[in-house]
C-alpha cells in the first residue's frame, strides 16, 4: 500500500504515513494542515520607504547589498552571521527590493513569539507597506506586500513566494521536521534567503554549491565581544544555592536574568522553588497561560527573572540581560542551542556586557563546543581592531 504513492504537498512517499480512505490514497503526514490556501493574484508594484533608527555598519552595508545582488542574479543566499549581528536588518534591503517590484515576499520563522515580535519590526521599518502576520489562530488576513509567518503555515502558500527569507533554520520545530522543510521549498517558486548562527554541515554544504552563496558576519554590529560563558559545575543541593545566589546579586545590581531549563515541568518545579528565596520573578514554557503577556512584562521591567523552557532562546534583545543554563549538561543543550543561548546577553551597543552561566553537574561536549566557537568568533572582532589601528 502507497509504494508509488507521492504526497503532492510533502512529498512524503513513506508507506507508513500513507492510508486509503474511500479507494483513494491519502497522506497522514500532513493531513493536520488543512486551512485556506492562498491562490496566485497579481500584485502591483509599491512604493518602499525603509524607515530605520540607526544606520547599518560598515560591515552590515557590505552584506545586505551581496544578498540584493545575489537575488537579482538568481542566487539563493546563506546568511552565517552569530547572534546579535543584526541578521534580521541585513535582509532588509532585499526584502525592499522585492517589495517595489511588486514581488510576493515572505518572511517565516519556525516560532510564534518571534513571528509576532518580527511583525512589528517590520511595520515599523516599512511603513508605508502593508505587513501581515500569519501564524497558529491568527490567519484571517493571508496577504500583503510582505508575509510574516511560522513555518507551518508555509502550506498555504504553493509556489507563491518570489522571495522568501527564513530565519532560524536550525531551530526546533523546523530543523529536522521533513514535513516542515518540505512546505518550505514547496511554497517558493523565486530565491531565498536562509539566516543562521549555528548552520548545520548539511545546509553549509547545500550553499557551497552553484546558484548558492554563503555570506558571513562574524562580529556583533556594534563591535563588541560576545560574552563568553562559564561553566560552574555543581551538584545536588549546592547547584540550588548557587542559583540562588546569582539570582539574588543580579537582583541587587539592578539587572535581569533568564534561567534556562530543558522542560517544561523543570521550568514549573524550579519556579517554585526560586520564588521563596528571590521574590519577583516568573516562568514561561509552550504550556503557560497567558506566555506571550508574561513576556512582555519582563521586557517592560515588571520581573527580574524568568525560568524559561526553549520559547525564549532566540528572537529576545533585552538590555543587560544575564543567562544562567540550569542543567546545561541536559542531552538537549547541543552546542547550536547553548550559542544560541549564550547569544541573548550583551546585545545592546550601551550594555554590550552580561554574564551567561552554565550550571550544570559536569561539563559536557556541548558546552566546550559552545565556549569554544563563541571565543573563536571574539578572534574575528580582534583582527577587526588590528586592521583599523
Known sequence: ??????????????????????????????????????????????????????????????????????????????????????????????????????????????????????YMRLKDAFPSNKIVAVYGQHNDVLVGDCIILTTHQLYRYPKYFDLL???????????????????????????????????????????????????????????????????????GPLKYLLLIKKLREYKKKGKQCLVFVPSVAQAESLFSFTKWFVPGGNYVSSKRVKRSEIIELFKKGKYRYLITTAVLERGVTIRDLQVIVFGSDNQIYDSAALIQIAGRAGRKADAPKGEVLFLANQESEGMKDAINEIKYCNTFLQNVSSANS
Open 1 to 118: 500500500m502507497g509504494k508509488f504513492f507521492v504526497c503532492p504537498r510533502c512529498g512524503n512517499k513513506d508507506p507508513a504515513f500513507i492510508g486509503i480512505k474511500n479507494g483513494e490514497k491519502y497522506c497522514r503526514r500532513c493531513i493536520g494542515f488543512n486551512g485556506n490556501l492562498v491562490k496566485e493574484e497579481k500584485t502591483e508594484a509599491r512604493p518602499v520607504r525603509l524607515s530605520l533608527a540607526y544606520s547599518l555598519s560598515k560591515e552590515q552595508k557590505t552584506l545586505s547589498d551581496s544578498i540584493v545582488e545575489n537575488y537579482k542574479n538568481g542566487i539563493d543566499t546563506l546568511v552565517y552571521a552569530v547572534c546579535g549581528s543584526g541578521k534580521t536588518e541585513i535582509s532588509y534591503g532585499v526584502i525592499g527590493y522585492a517589495m517595489s517590484k511588486g514581488l510576493k515576499v515572505g518572511f517565516a520563522l519556525p516560532r510564534r513569539d518571534v513571528v509576532i515580535e518580527l
Open 165 to 235: 527569507v527564513m530565519d532560524e533554520i536550525d531551530a526546533f520545530p523546523f530543523k529536522g521536521d521533513e514535513t516542515l522543510v518540505a512546505f518550505f521549498k514547496a511554497s517558493l517558486r523565486g530565491h531565498c534567503v536562509m539566516m543562521s548562527a549555528t548552520p548545520s554541515k548539511a545546509i553549509i554544504k547545500e550553499f557551497s554549491r552553484p546558484g548558492h552563496d554563503m555570506l558571513s558576519l562574524r562580529t556583533r554590529y556594534h563591535k563588541k565581544p560576545i560574552p563568553v560563558p562559564k561553566a560552574a559545575i555543581s551538584f
